[in-house]
């Protein structure tokens, strides 16, 4: 099997942690730490019972990172569901280059792996979380070329992936990679949004919304956090739900028609890009096949 994972930038193990731990956050130091998941961009551990440390892996995560400890003591108060806010935040050193972050630890699996039973209650909460976030966000809010934009500017960056994935298109899908640009095409054929950026989550797919199997519990992974158009969040729509909750998200959100197709045009290219890059993460890659079944019945 390939590997999409970038290289990391530093080695980060417990022995690293436990030394940071040390020298800027001594009360700390005595909780027991266990590495959970190494990860595209952080390495993340279990610190005592009640606690997680985030510590990115290679100079763009250090980036995010620091956009998220920045960003969500802002947002957190607003929102309706739980975040994890940084309860101590982590400076770089002469021996590790970037900001690193504690958070609460949140109870929960994630949604990609364990879907909600309450699929109507679970939409609601969505929605209405997707609500309270969409809000207008200030001039200095995180910037993230990738995240926020009309999605037609996505075109040459998809096309691009596709000239080598045809195989894994069209092994694991109903799509050839003709009908996918074809539909791809229809949707980006939609006006921009002409109002004022947005709060956006950014990668709002369902391996960040965490759930206790009945309900969501919580929306995680805010490295992305950026403004723009809402359009970017509402593909989780698809990620997530049948037609019925998607129907429930798009009333409590107030989305218009071009606000919609720009959604689905956001999930079609998501679908893509996260099957081009599953190579060895069978959980993204479950994922994408979700979204492509979902955006093949539609």
């Known amino acids: 099997m390939s590997s999409n994972r970038p290289a990391a930038d530093v080695v980060v193990d417990v022995a690293m942690v436990r030394r940071l731990l040390e020298s800027q956050?001594?009360?700390?130091?005595?909780?027991?730490?266990?590495?959970?998941?190494?990860?595209?961009?952080?390495?993340?551990?279990r610190l005592g019972d009640e606690l997680l440390v985030r510590v990115p892996r290679r100079?763009?995560?250090?980036?995010?990172?620091?956009n998220e400890v920045a960003a969500l003591p802002v947002l957190a108060p607003h929102l309706p569901l739980p975040v994890p806010t940084p309860v101590r935040v982590?400076?770089?050193?002469?021996?590790?280059?970037?900001?690193?972050?504690?958070?609460?630890?949140l109870e929960g699996r994630p949604v990609g792996t364990d879907a909600p039973s309450d699929a109507e209650g679970a939409a609601q909460q969505l929605g209405e979380f997707l609500q309270a976030l969409h809000v207008g966000a200030p001039v200095d809010a995180p910037v993230n070329p990738y995240r926020g934009h009309f999605i037609g500017e996505n075109d040459d960056r998809l096309r691009e992936r596709l000239d080598g994935g045809a195989q894994t298109i069209e092994t694991f899908t109903d799509f050839t990679v003709a009908t996918l640009l074809s539909r791809w095409v229809e949707l980006i054929d939609v006006a921009p949004r002409p109002g004022p950026p947005v709060w956006l989550h950014g990668d709002l797919h369902p391996l960040n919304v965490l759930t206790d199997g009945i309900s969501i519990s919580a929306v995680i992974d805010w490295g992305d956090v950026t403004s723009g158009d809402p359009a970017v969040d509402l593909a989780v729509a698809w990620g997530l739900f049948e037609p019925a909750e998607r129907s429930m998200i798009r009333?409590?959100?107030?989305?218009?028609?071009?606000?919609?197709?720009?959604?689905?045009?956001?999930?079609?290219?998501?679908?893509?890009?996260?099957?081009?890059?599953?190579?060895?993460?069978?959980?993204?890659?479950?994922v994408s096949l979700r979204l492509f079944d979902r955006l093949t019945a539609d």
Do not use: K
């Open 90 to 105: 982590g400076q770089p050193d002469d021996e590790y280059p970037y900001v690193w972050a504690v958070l609460p630890w």
């Open 251 to 286: 009333t409590l959100t107030g989305a218009d028609d071009a606000t919609w197709q720009r959604a689905e045009a956001w999930a079609l290219y998501f679908a893509a890009m996260y099957l081009l890059s599953s190579d060895d993460d069978p959980a993204l890659r479950a």
């Open 25 to 45: 956050h001594p009360d700390l130091v005595h909780l027991p730490i266990v590495e959970l998941a190494n990860g595209w961009d952080n390495v993340m551990f």
């Open 59 to 66: 100079e763009m995560a250090g980036r995010l990172v620091a």
